[in-house]
């Protein structure tokens, strides 16, 4: 092989061959090809196929299935099945009950608001203090029970001057008079004497009244037939039945 020298301008000098250099050679075309190549191509064929299998029978299951809720036996609205599309009065036509199975009948006890001994000391008429003896003996604040007690009370001592010696029902027991002329404090202590003497035992006709809610005129009955008054009132000769006035008493009789 020739070389010839060839100068450069730097003064340096390069050979050449006189002979062209072969390339590299290209890769060849055709032949077999890579194995890892061809593989990864079958997995991404397999797995695009899943893929479409997949969106083509999920709705078909799901449809199917909503198909399978609504044709389902209906049953009571105590176990509905899903999808049941009845209306609330269908629902309420499926209930059934057995014929051995008895109605029960509800009892309810009845509440009754009952006012306080500082709130019946503030209204302070001759009602808040026959109420007051009520609610010291335990007893109802029926009307009837009021107005028996009004009544009473204005046999005794009037209406305009009811609280007389704090006295209303001239009650011997723990006023100081036996006779019933004594006096009390106030007209709370007078309360609590008047319901202790009518519960002591000596007035069961009284008591049985108060406490069976009878009629104002049956409970007036026991009172005459009671030791309470010596007279008796005249076995109900000396009773008016006629409205009571409601007068209120002093703020300071109350105590």
């Given at each position: 092989m020739?070389?010839?020298?060839?100068?450069?301008?730097?003064?340096?000098?390069?050979?050449?061959?006189?002979?062209?250099?072969?390339?590299?050679?290209?890769?060849?075309?055709?032949?077999?090809?890579?194995?890892s190549l061809r593989r990864r191509a079958m997995v991404e064929v397999l797995m695009g196929a899943a893929l479409v299998a997949s969106l083509t029978v999920t709705p078909a299951v799901g449809a199917h299935a909503a198909v399978k809720h609504l044709k389902a036996a209906p049953g009571t609205p105590a176990a509905i099945a899903e999808g049941d599309i009845r209306t609330t009065d269908e629902l309420k036509s499926a209930l059934t009950v057995d014929d051995d199975v008895a109605a029960n009948d509800?009892?309810?006890?009845?509440?009754?608001?009952?006012?306080?001994?500082?709130t019946l000391k503030q209204s302070g008429t001759n009602a808040d203090w026959a109420k007051m003896v009520l609610l010291f003996g335990g007893w109802q604040q029926?009307?009837?029970?009021?107005?028996?007690?009004?009544?009473?009370?204005?046999?005794?001592?009037?209406?305009?001057?009811?609280w007389n010696r704090n006295n209303p029902l001239n009650n011997g027991f723990g006023s100081g008079g036996?006779?019933?002329?004594?006096?009390?404090?106030?007209?709370?202590?007078?309360?609590r004497?008047?319901?202790?003497n009518?519960?002591?035992?000596?007035?069961?006709?009284?008591?049985?009244?108060?406490?069976?809610?009878?009629?104002?005129?049956?409970?007036?009955?026991?009172?005459?037939?009671?030791p309470w008054a010596s007279s008796h009132y005249a076995n109900g000769a000396h009773w008016s039945t006629?409205?009571?006035?409601?007068?209120k008493a002093p703020v300071g009789a109350w105590g």
């Open positions: 020739t070389r010839s020298s060839h100068r450069l301008t730097d003064g340096r000098s390069r050979s050449a061959s006189s002979t062209p250099q072969v390339a590299a050679s290209a890769p060849r075309v055709g032949g077999t090809p890579n194995v509800v009892s309810r006890d009845v509440v009754m608001a009952t006012a306080g001994i500082d029926t009307d009837a029970n009021v107005t028996v007690m009004l009544r009473w009370m204005r046999q005794e001592n009037g209406t305009n001057n009811w036996g006779s019933g002329l004594g006096s009390y404090v106030s007209l709370v202590e007078a309360a004497y008047c319901a202790e009518i519960k002591s035992g000596r007035y069961p006709g009284i008591v049985a009244g108060m406490e069976s809610g009878a009629s104002a005129d049956v409970t007036a009955a026991a009172i005459w037939a009671s006629r409205p009571v006035d409601i007068v």
